[in-house]
């Protein structure tokens, strides 16, 4: 490629702008709010001359569509895909303005900086340089800014598939589920992985119906009493091992590369499931107990009770097996199970044009990088067009440490200035060279 002359300090010091204004549009999911999202940055893209489209279910629930179009001879367009939405935040748990955007100690601090207003700004820089420096697109270069997707996507992606599933036909998609880390099992190393696969969420109600009365006089068909005692029988659960071959794949990588001593057996892996809460995740079903409701008032045995698990299955796992054992460990008919959402993938491959292009440019710009194919305990977007046999990447091009990777959904998230930089280096390459 040639290269082109590219002010990055000066594009660092717009984005940090960008991304500091962005953290301040309020777009909690819930009620999300998206709108204002489309709205700050179509601003951006008017002043560009880029034109857009906004595709509205109702609800200030609006998604972005802007497109660079290109001659088509390398194929079908590019998606560079973010969700505008955040999750909730604890105000009084921040040292900071959640929604405050501050700019200190070589950080962008706020809400979304990492999950992913901090991506969807160094998407878009990746976006408007190519429209600035007029490079030549061989395929359709594509900026989606999507909605909802923090609570399943109903009012985002998946909105778009149920009524403008033309908008997704591309060839390939670059979306969040990936990162750069600087440390991975304790060792020191510029470790980027690239989502290829994700568990599948599977959500779940448990409701009860009991006997209301008074609390003075206790019975055996308390609601609140049924509820619990199957919940216990579900945290009791003990759930197997099921490592699927991109989670051995990840960990055999390792080995070969001197991270990882030993080689990747399946003992080797449950002791190091024992040691980190995030790869026993990796390796088995979870359950998360995330809500728990009973009653009215505090001398009135409750007539009905409700429980939500958070539950995510390995890749491949069937969803109806799955509540099948669970209504059998439960073992109690009088409790309802709903399912609130689901949804599985299956992987996008790795021989694949983009992946060989994002892993040349990334060790283009960090020499020592090992690029390795990761697998999310989350869920993306991505899982929409993997449905659809379109090749899905997380492809965060960041370095973090641990620390900084625990920030997010967490409290006191942000952003280095650095790593926006670096991002925008790596995505800019990366796209000039699938689209060039």
């Given at each position: 490629m040639t290269k082109l002359d590219i002010n990055w300090a000066m594009w660092t010091e717009q984005a940090t702008e960008w991304l500091s204004a962005y953290i301040q549009v309020n777009t909690v999911n819930p009620p999300g709010n998206e709108t204002l999202a489309c709205d700050f940055l179509g601003e951006i893209l008017n002043d560009e001359k880029i034109s857009y489209d906004l595709y509205d279910p109702g609800h200030n629930r609006a998604t972005l569509v802007a497109t660079l179009k290109g001659d088509g001879s390398r194929g079908k367009p590019l998606i560079l895909l973010n969700h505008t939405d955040v999750v909730p935040f604890e105000t009084d748990q921040w040292t900071v303005d959640p929604l405050g955007g501050e700019i200190r100690d070589g950080f962008i601090w706020g809400r979304g900086a990492q999950d992913m207003k901090g991506m969807g700004i160094i998407e878009l820089v990746t976006f408007l340089l190519h429209k600035r420096h007029g490079l030549p697109l061989k395929r359709d270069l594509v900026f989606m800014a999507v909605a909802d997707e923090e609570a399943g996507s109903f009012y985002g992606v998946e909105f778009l598939n149920r009524e403008h599933p033309e908008i997704l036909e591309s060839d390939y998609v670059i979306n969040e589920g990936g990162s750069g880390s600087t440390e991975v099992l304790g060792i020191e190393r510029n470790v980027f992985n690239i989502g290829v696969s994700e568990k599948g969420?599977?959500?779940?109600?448990?409701?009860?119906?009991?006997?209301?009365?008074?609390?003075?006089?206790?019975?055996?068909?308390?609601?609140?009493?049924?509820?619990?005692?199957?919940?216990?029988?579900?945290?009791?659960?003990?759930?197997?091992?099921?490592?699927?071959?991109?989670?051995?794949?990840?960990?055999?990588?390792l080995h070969e590369a001197g991270i990882l001593k030993t080689k990747p057996t399946e003992d080797v892996l449950q002791v190091l499931a024992s040691e980190n809460p995030r790869i026993d995740s990796l390796q088995r079903n979870s359950i998360a107990l995330t809500t728990l409701t009973a009653g009215v008032k505090h001398n009135v045995i409750p007539s009905e009770a409700e429980a939500t698990?958070?539950?995510?299955?390995?890749?491949?796992?069937?969803?109806?097996?799955?509540?099948?054992?669970?209504?059998?460990?439960?073992?109690?008919?009088?409790?309802?199970?709903?399912?609130?959402?689901?949804?599985?993938?299956?992987?996008?491959?790795?021989?694949?044009?983009?992946?060989?292009?994002?892993?040349?440019?990334?060790?283009?710009?960090?020499?020592?990088?090992?690029?390795?194919?990761?697998?999310?305990?989350?869920?993306?977007?991505?899982?929409?067009?993997?449905?659809?046999?379109?090749?899905?990447?997380?492809?965060?091009?960041?370095?973090?440490?641990?620390?900084?990777?625990?920030?997010?959904?967490?409290?006191?998230?942000?952003?280095?200035?650095?790593?926006l930089e670096l991002g925008m280096q790596i995505l800019h390459s990366t796209v000039r060279g699938i689209c060039g």
């Open positions: 969420p599977l959500w779940l109600k448990l409701r009860v119906e009991g006997t209301p009365g008074h609390g003075s006089v206790p019975h055996s068909d308390n609601a609140a009493d049924h509820l619990v005692r199957a919940v216990a029988r579900i945290l009791e659960w003990d759930q197997q091992f099921d490592v699927t071959p991109e989670v051995q794949n990840y960990f055999q990588a698990l958070d539950c995510r299955l390995v890749p491949g796992y069937d969803p109806d097996k799955f509540v099948d054992a669970l209504t059998t460990v439960i073992d109690d008919d009088r409790i309802q199970i709903e399912r609130v959402f689901q949804s599985s993938t299956p992987a996008s491959p790795t021989e694949t044009e983009l992946w060989d292009v994002m892993s040349r440019e990334t060790k283009n710009l960090v020499e020592d990088a090992l690029i390795l194919p990761g697998v999310s305990t989350g869920f993306t977007d991505s899982r929409v067009f993997r449905r659809k046999g379109i090749p899905a990447y997380g492809f965060t091009p960041v370095l973090a440490g641990p620390s900084e990777q625990g920030r997010i959904h967490g409290n006191d998230e942000r952003l280095s200035i650095t790593n």
